[in-house]
């Protein structure tokens, strides 16, 4: 049991959405539990009566008559509800807190803006009306190239209570990137921006819209929203027309909502694509709803009114997420533009201003904080802060002290993860346990995750696996464009049949708290010996000198390998042998001399992809000596000049 930081008070614990949500299960279904362990193995024992809890809790509107909850537990080929009819936007409306504002927004230009619930469901309800007007139906495909704006929200919005489909790529993605997930799906309706700004500098987008339309012919209308010059017009692209005017197109309407069955997809998201073409992984607007319902409201808790942001853009998981808080009454908090401009402050300084309940961020962010030693709790009023949410990466036990440390003692900090497969976190976030330094507090509710061993048995205490072995309304329905659902099983099911295998080594503690320690398909095998990426940056995000690293493992044909670890050195500092040595000693003392890596190499920078993720598998194929073309796709990098370094340093290495 590591550190002890933070434990909820017996008011904190009696407050919150999964403390009223137990009382209710005793009240209303005669089910009393001594604590979150106990509800969390009736909820994976027992999962049709606990799904069924969930509809009855939220008390979902629907339509329709379904005769079962669950027609199978075997994964994939599951089908919940099936005969009911639901609409995820009109269960944001449902709940919406009409005293609050429904979006607060700003970006590196606008200081802050509120829009209120009238203002968005007027502006919903006028874009629907204009979609409607010209033939968007249920199941028609929308598709978005938009940053985290408001426009973007109301979008998704119009669409949804539509029945048709969602899919969003951020205008950062290069064009071939923006292609390769939207020609899968041919979408016949493209919601554009010109350009954005981004660090103080503008990106001008009119030439890579153009080349967008011309690559999907089945698109019909572009709905251009004039973003980075108030002046531009829909003429540089045909079919176009600006945002405002699809207004002035079509008489003012009430909001309706199209219910569609419990299985119709509600958006497609994307797997990475750095290594082939992305998956168009599909959700089901019945799935989402139920998860992101518990997720919200029993893991972040959630409450109407309160104010929930999460930084994000619109080509990552999260952004959908966000929208999920809608679900508990709360207002979304967006910012477009750059964490770290004008300075690394700027999202506390809106943390300040927004009153923000929910702070979520990704654990680089964190670590970037902590190394660039920030002091946010004094500051800026972060009063009203409840929680701190992290996802993305492992968030190493620094980062966890430098946040009870440096924002507030009293903070509830979230470290989740999960994903783009699911939309949501297995692990996650509970307001009725501790918080430990380096641990995330739980297994989700609902969630029968496990960490397997090499026998393909559940273990505790060590690090295994990370398996789910039954199945959650939110996995996907399908992969578009997957005929037999063959990269769907690939996907999953190929280590072991009908158990879902996530791709990440994990240990769970006695006690039900969870460690994650990086990707199994970058896992570093030492002589044997199997070493989480997650344990070393660990150890190195320790050593204020170095901004950020990459560590991967070479085996050769002769049973010999390799390890290099690449740094990038914060600003005014250089590479030397005491600090060569430095992190050679900080390794063996936090782990063992196996962690120490055969060389370390000062680079530029880091590859990464769109969503963030470190590259790890892709720079191990190149220096393998794999064909950079195949390793890495550089359309769906964030940084894709990054990786000339390792395809000059692959040359080097002796095979």
């Known amino acids: 049991m590591n550190r002890l930081l933070w434990k909820p008070s017996e008011k904190f614990i009696h407050n919150s959405n999964l403390r009223h949500y137990m009382q209710w299960l005793d009240e209303k279904k005669n089910l009393s539990f001594t604590d979150y362990d106990a509800l969390w193995k009736w909820s994976v024992d027992n999962i049709v009566?606990?799904?069924q809890s969930i509809w009855d809790y939220f008390q979902i509107d629907s339509t329709g008559h379904y005769d079962e909850v669950l027609n199978t537990l075997q994964m994939p080929g599951a089908k919940w509800f099936e005969g009911a009819k639901v609409n995820y936007a009109k269960e944001i409306f449902n709940r919406k807190t009409t005293d609050q504002p429904a979006i607060i927004f700003r970006n590196e230009v606008v200081d802050y803006v509120e829009i209120s619930w009238d203002e968005l469901e007027g502006e919903v309800a006028s874009m629907a009306a204009y979609l409607k007007s010209i033939g968007i139906q249920k199941g028609d495909r929308v598709a978005a190239y938009m940053p985290n704006i408001p426009e973007a929200t109301t979008a998704f919005l119009s669409a949804c209570s539509l029945g048709a489909v969602w899919s969003s790529c951020s205008p950062d993605f290069g064009t071939s990137s923006v292609v390769d997930r939207f020609q899968q799906i041919e979408p016949k309706v493209l919601f554009v921006v010109d350009g954005y700004r981004y660090g103080g500098k503008s990106f001008d987008k009119k030439q890579v819209v153009k080349e967008l339309v011309e690559q999907l012919p089945t698109v019909e209308k572009v709905i251009v929203l004039p973003y980075l010059d108030p002046e531009?017009?829909?003429d540089f692209i045909p079919n176009g027309i600006r945002w405002v005017d699809t207004f002035q197109a079509v008489a003012k309407e009430e909001l309706t909502f199209e219910m569609v069955p419990f299985d119709h997809?509600?958006?497609?998201?994307?797997?990475?694509?750095?290594?082939?073409?992305?998956?168009?992984?599909t959700h089901s607007q019945g799935g989402v709803l139920l998860e992101h319902l518990k997720y919200v409201h029993f893991?972040?808790?959630?409450?109407?009114?309160?104010?929930?942001?999460?930084?994000?853009?619109?080509?990552?998981?999260?952004?959908?997420?966000?929208?999920?808080s809608f679900l508990a009454g709360a207002t979304i908090v967006l910012y477009d533009g750059s964490p770290g401009y004008p300075d690394i402050n700027v999202l506390w300084e809106y943390a300040e201003k927004a009153k923000i309940n929910h702070f979520g961020t990704s654990a680089p962010f964190l670590v970037a904080n902590m190394k660039a030693d920030t002091h946010?709790?004094?500051?800026?009023?972060l009063s009203p802060l409840r929680s701190?949410?992290?996802?993305?990466?492992?968030?190493?036990?620094?980062?966890?002290?430098?946040?009870?440390?440096?924002?507030?003692?009293?903070?509830?900090?979230?470290?989740?993860?999960?994903?783009t497969d699911v939309c949501t976190a297995w692990v996650g976030g509970n307001p009725l346990l501790p918080v430990y330094e380096g641990e995330i507090q739980c297994r989700c509710l609902g969630a029968a995750l496990y960490a397997f061993n090499d026998a393909g048995k559940p273990v505790t205490n060590e690090v295994g696996e990370m398996v789910i072995t039954k199945p959650l309304p939110s996995m996907p329905i399908?992969?578009?464009?997957?005929?037999?659902?063959k990269r769907y099983k690939s996907s999953y099911f190929e280590m072991y049949p009908g158990i879902w295998r996530h791709g990440d080594w994990v240990s769970i503690s006695d006690y039900g708290s969870l460690i994650i320690f990086g990707r199994s398909d970058a896992t570093l095998n030492r002589q044997g010996v199997r070493i989480g990426t997650a344990e070393i940056y660990r150890s190195v995000d320790?050593?204020?000198?170095?901004?950020?690293?990459?560590?991967?493992?070479l085996e050769f044909e002769d049973g010999s390998d390799y390890m290099p670890l690449f740094v990038v050195m914060q600003e005014g500092e250089t590479l030397t042998n005491d600090l060569i040595k430095k992190i050679a000693k900080t390794l063996r003392s936090d782990y063992s001399p196996r962690h120490v890596p055969d060389e370390v190499v000062p680079v530029a920078d880091i590859p990464y992809t769109i969503s963030g993720k470190k590259m790890e598998a892709p720079v191990k194929k190149i220096l393998m000596g794999s064909d950079p073309e195949k390793a890495a796709t550089r359309d769906s990098m964030k940084n894709p000049d990054s990786m000339d370094f390792y395809i000059a340093f692959s040359k080097k290495i002796k095979r």
Not at 305 to 314: A, K, L
Not at 376 to 381: A, E, F, I, L, M
Not at 408 to 418: R, T
């Open 232 to 234: 531009t017009q829909a």
């Open 49 to 51: 009566p606990f799904w």
């Open 299 to 324: 893991h972040n808790d959630v409450h109407p009114g309160e104010r929930f942001f999460w930084f994000s853009t619109t080509g990552w998981m999260m952004w959908n997420f966000i929208q999920g």
């Open 388 to 419: 701190i949410g992290s996802t993305g990466s492992p968030l190493p036990p620094a980062a966890f002290d430098w946040v009870y440390e440096n924002i507030k003692e009293d903070i509830w900090l979230c470290s989740m993860a999960g994903g």
């Open 478 to 485: 399908y992969f578009w464009n997957d005929p037999d659902n």
């Open 542 to 553: 320790k050593i204020s000198e170095i901004k950020d690293s990459l560590i991967v493992n």
């Open 265 to 281: 997809p509600i958006w497609v998201l994307y797997s990475s694509g750095t290594t082939g073409a992305p998956k168009a992984i």
């Open 376 to 381: 946010p709790g004094k500051d800026y009023d």
